[in-house]
């Protein structure tokens, strides 16, 4: 069996049971291997949870960059690429396996592993950062953006981010577009330079 097949289903278990719930033998049932198998791939059982988490955080990173392509070029308003990436987040959250297990990592990973987890979980965040902040600024010197400064904004922005991704598992789709929409409202009146 690949390497691929073991994380894939080591994403599955992991999503679905947690990291305490899930054993290495469980992850090679589902393979369809024995246990001893898993190790010509991974040391340990945190090392697999690790690949796992880096494979997610790789497909997060990809996300981010067609988020950004997506979002247009400068003769697009400011308002219409932030909203583009919001919305692209938004969707992404459908990839159920992944939201479950990234949601299960920065909330309850092992004790030892937290601090590898939020290293690696914040360095890809650093990149959305970085571009954000780009657009930010370009919103600002184009008068779009009201007077806060980058810091402030970034905060909402991944506030409200965070609070869809939590809310994604709770609601119909129907709803949650309807919240999405209701939310990015808010989040952009509150963000706009006031025409007087």
Same mark, same amino acid.
């Given at each position: ?7 894939r ?5 992991f999503?679905?049971?947690? %990291?305490?719930?899930?054993?290495l033998?469980?992850?090679? #049932? ?9 190790? /010509?791939?991974?040391?340990? #059982? ?13 497909? %997060?990173?990809r ?8 979002? +247009? +070029? ?24 992944? &939201?479950?297990?990234? #949601? ?15 290293? @690696? =979980?914040? @360095? ?5 950062? !970085?571009k954000?902040? @780009?657009?930010?600024?370009? +919103?600002?010197?184009? +008068?779009?953006?009201? !007077?806060?400064? &980058? !810091?402030t904004?970034? /905060? ?14 709770? %609601?119909? /789709?129907e709803?949650?577009?309807r ?6 409202? =808010? ?10």
């Amino acid at each position: 069996m690949a390497m691929h097949d073991i994380r894939r289903e080591a994403l599955a278990l992991f999503a679905r049971c947690g %990291y305490e719930g899930t054993s290495l033998a469980d992850i090679a #049932k589902a393979v369809g291997i024995k246990t001893p198998s898993i190790y /010509a791939h991974f040391a340990s #059982k945190d090392d697999l949870y690790l690949a796992v988490l880096d494979w997610v955080l790789d497909e %997060y990173d990809r996300l981010l960059d067609k988020a950004t392509a997506a979002a +247009g +070029g400068a003769e697009q308003p400011v308002r219409e690429r932030l909203k583009s990436i919001y919305e692209e987040f938004a969707s992404a959250y459908a990839l159920r396996a992944e &939201n479950a297990f990234y #949601k299960r990592a920065v909330f309850f990973s092992p004790a030892a592993l937290q601090p590898i987890v939020r290293e @690696r =979980v914040l @360095r890809v965040e650093q990149r959305l950062v !970085e571009k954000l902040a @780009r657009l930010i600024e370009e +919103g600002r010197r184009s +008068g779009e953006i009201g !007077e806060f400064d &980058n !810091e402030t904004v970034l /905060a909402a922005f991944f506030c409200q981010v965070d609070g869809m991704f939590l809310e994604h598992d709770l %609601y119909d /789709a129907e709803l949650y577009a309807r919240r999405l929409e209701q939310v990015w409202a =808010v989040f952009w009146h509150g963000i706009a330079a006031r025409k007087d």
